[in-house]
């Protein structure tokens, strides 16, 4: 049974690590495809559950590299790509994929006790924390927007926010694009491909890459690879926000400011979600994630021994993929470094057009230049990209304020 285990895990690790790769391949779409599958090769409900969250682990890990390098980000990764742009601008593109795989790596160091030592206060946290989510979200824009400081850039910022909101508004809730294939047009355009325009406008050219390791702290580095930790375990008590909800609140409660302890803290996040959304589905039975969802059909009531199971194989899963993810990524800058930095950003901005096309049609390229067009106008007021993140925020505020039938009247009425 190990060895079936050990081999499951190592199946799941290869195919995280390929999706990973591939922009807007998301493991939800994963997981839904193993469920029909899976007992045609033999494999019982908990093997597919192994291979399933051996697949999320490691596409966190491999994911860092299109969303640092390309620009091509997912709903985990959206955030990271202007620190990770401006390190690569700087000839520190390996070290922007090594902070975020040493965050994620320390996180499930620190994150597997603390999963479980907080089992037995998870449920009745969760409980109670559901009926003010909406004014945590809500304390959470604020500070976004007087974190610009000046009145003006706060007008701005609020602009920001409420257009993207609308925008995602649309999108999750009034159904403009189909669910699953939903957030790919939206988090492209509003932080990839208007970050790729912005630099061909300004005619940017990658610099020599450097390969030494990263110079940042270690020190400062556990320090917040641990918040993030401890940031992962609040997205799991709250439910309605996720893992780059959670990064924005981090970054304005602490007021982070560098792109290396960003990096850092957003690779603990993304770990950390992934660790404690299978507590949730333990302890409470909420699946909080695709990946969760897809177990929880599998397994029905999850057990403390396949919890642990389930765990391990996080576990190493995300260490190989964590090796394999570093000596990737050099690969992946030798090659961009062989050809015009130009290019490669309209090749990006081309396949990113080509898989909404694809996945989304005509409509979700009309979703796809919206969103650009606003990421571009955080350049054009000077304000954070962040605000951006109100594609996800305003309709997470509405629906657990119960005001979701009220704006969609107002938008008919309009």
Do not use: W
Request: charge should be positive; hydrophobic fraction near 55%; proline fraction near 4%.
């Amino acid at each position: 049974m190990i060895e079936n285990i050990l081999l499951l895990v190592m199946v799941g690790c290869v195919i995280g690590i390929f999706t990973g790769m591939i922009p807007g391949m998301h493991t939800n779409t994963l997981a839904v495809l193993i469920l029909p599958v899976y007992t045609y090769f033999g494999i019982s409900p908990l093997g597919a559950s192994v291979i399933i969250s051996s697949i999320m682990a490691a596409h966190i890990f491999s994911s860092f590299i299109p969303a640092a390098l390309l620009g091509a980000p997912d709903e985990d990764t959206a955030l990271s790509i202007l620190p990770a742009h401006r390190l690569l601008m700087s000839g520190r593109g390996l070290e922007a994929i090594f902070l975020m795989v040493a965050g994620a790596s320390i996180a499930l160091f620190f994150g597997v006790p603390l999963l479980f030592l907080s089992m037995k206060t998870f449920g009745n946290i969760y409980g109670l924390t559901r009926p003010f989510v909406h004014y945590i979200l809500i304390a959470i824009v604020a500070m976004m927007i007087f974190g610009e400081g000046k009145k003006e850039k706060m007008f701005y910022a609020t602009v920001i926010f409420l257009l993207s909101g609308l925008l995602g508004f649309l999108v999750l809730d009034a159904r403009v694009l189909e669910p699953q294939n939903a957030l790919l047009p939206v988090l492209s355009g509003l932080f990839g491909v208007s970050t790729l325009l912005t630099s061909l406008g300004k005619r940017s050219s990658m610099p020599a890459q450097k390969y030494s390791e990263a110079t940042f702290d270690y020190r400062g580095m556990a320090k917040f690879a641990v918040v993030g930790t401890l940031a992962g375990l609040f997205v799991g008590l709250m439910p309605g926000i996720g893992a780059s909800q959670a990064v924005v609140l981090t970054q304005q409660v602490l007021a982070v400011s560098s792109p290396e302890s960003f990096l850092v803290m957003l690779g603990s996040v993304n770990a950390a979600d992934s660790l404690f959304s299978m507590s949730a589905l333990y302890t409470v039975g909420n699946p909080r994630s695709g990946a969760s969802v897809a177990i929880e059909r599998l397994l029905g009531e999850i057990g403390i021994n396949e919890l642990l199971v389930i765990v391990g194989s996080i576990l190493l899963s995300s260490g190989i993929a964590a090796f394999v993810s570093v000596r990737l990524s050099r690969h992946v800058i030798s090659f961009m470094k062989s050809i015009n930095y130009s290019l490669v950003s309209y090749a990006v901005i081309i396949f990113i057009t080509l898989m909404v096309l694809l996945f989304s049609g005509v409509t979700g390229l009309l979703v796809l230049y919206t969103a650009a067009s606003i990421g571009i106008l955080c350049e054009r007021f000077g304000v954070k990209r962040t605000h951006c993140m109100g594609c996800l925020l305003l309709p997470t505020i509405l629906f657990f304020s119960g005001n979701v039938s009220a704006f969609m009247s107002i938008l008919r009425i309009s």
